[in-house]
T-cell receptor, first 116, second 116 residues
Framework: AQTVTQSQPEMSVQEAETVTLSCTYDTSESDYYLFWYKQPPSRQMILVIRQEAYKQQNATENRFSVNFQKAAKSFSLKISDSQLGDAAMYFCAYRTPTYNTDKLIFGTGTRLQVFP | SAVISQKPSRDICQRGTSLTIQCQVDSQVTMMFWYRQQPGQSLTLIATANQGSEATYESGFVIDKFPISRPNLTFSTLTVSNMSPEDSSIYLC?????????????FGPGTRLTVL
């Protein structure tokens, strides 16, 4: 079974600085998708960035980028120029399309605090 | 993306009662899902809501406890039956417009349920 591990329950960063959140996963599949979702106190799950496993190039979305290491099964999120609005829970997720479902498997989350 | 609404946004219920949560999407989608997020925890998939047929439940979740309906391609309900305090969680609806590899699950704002 696929699993997703986030080893950092909490992280903190100073405004305008850079922070990296870690995520590792375990799978025997060769084709899959990885995501980072953000959940602010409003509890709305917001997609931050996605990565297709078949793509070697790391995904980027403005201040957010990933370091995808397929062989190491690692998928870290880098937030550059951190802003106060980045404070939230961040969940790493793995997508596994199967016959009659298309489930996301989530890690346990990392709480990011941003200090002014 | 898709605009997803959930009703109610929160509720406080007595043990032994049932609550039905509604999820409405602004456009037709292929797949709809229900997740549970227990306090301080990550998200766990309850079931995939199938239009016109019985939902597909994940291990540990059963239809008698979490009956799900999906009468059309834009609407689904989740009922939490015979509630106990252990059912206190955030329940989130998510959708997938189609199963193409380029698609992504988007989430509703969640329903915060407290069972006394």
């Amino acid at each position: 079974a696929q699993t997703v591990t986030q080893s950092q329950p909490e992280m903190s960063v100073q405004e305008a600085e850079t922070v990296t959140l870690s995520c590792t996963y375990d799978t025997s599949e060769s084709d899959y998708y990885l995501f980072w979702y953000k959940q602010p106190p409003s509890r709305q799950m917001i997609l931050v960035i996605r990565q297709e496993a078949y793509k070697q190039q790391n995904a980027t979305e403005n201040r957010f980028s990933v370091n995808f290491q397929k062989a190491a099964k690692s998928f870290s999120l880098k937030i550059s120029d951190s802003q106060l609005g980045d404070a939230a829970m961040y969940f790493c997720a793995y997508r596994t399309p199967t016959y009659n479902t298309d489930k996301l498997i989530f890690g346990t989350g990392t709480r990011l605090q941003v200090f002014p | 993306s898709a605009v997803i609404s959930q009703k109610p946004s929160r509720d406080i219920c007595q043990r032994g009662t049932s609550l039905t949560i509604q999820c409405q999407v602004d456009s037709q989608v292929t797949m709809m899902f229900w997740y549970r997020q227990q306090p301080g925890q990550s998200l766990t998939l309850i079931a995939t809501a199938n239009q016109g047929s019985e939902a597909t439940y994940e291990s540990g979740f059963v239809i008698d406890k979490f009956p799900i309906s999906r009468p059309n391609l834009t609407f689904s309900t989740l009922t939490v039956s015979n509630m106990s305090p252990e059912d206190s969680s955030i329940y989130l609806c998510s959708v997938l417009r189609d199963r193409a590899s380029t698609d992504t699950q988007y989430f509703g704002p969640g329903t915060r349920l407290t069972v006394l």
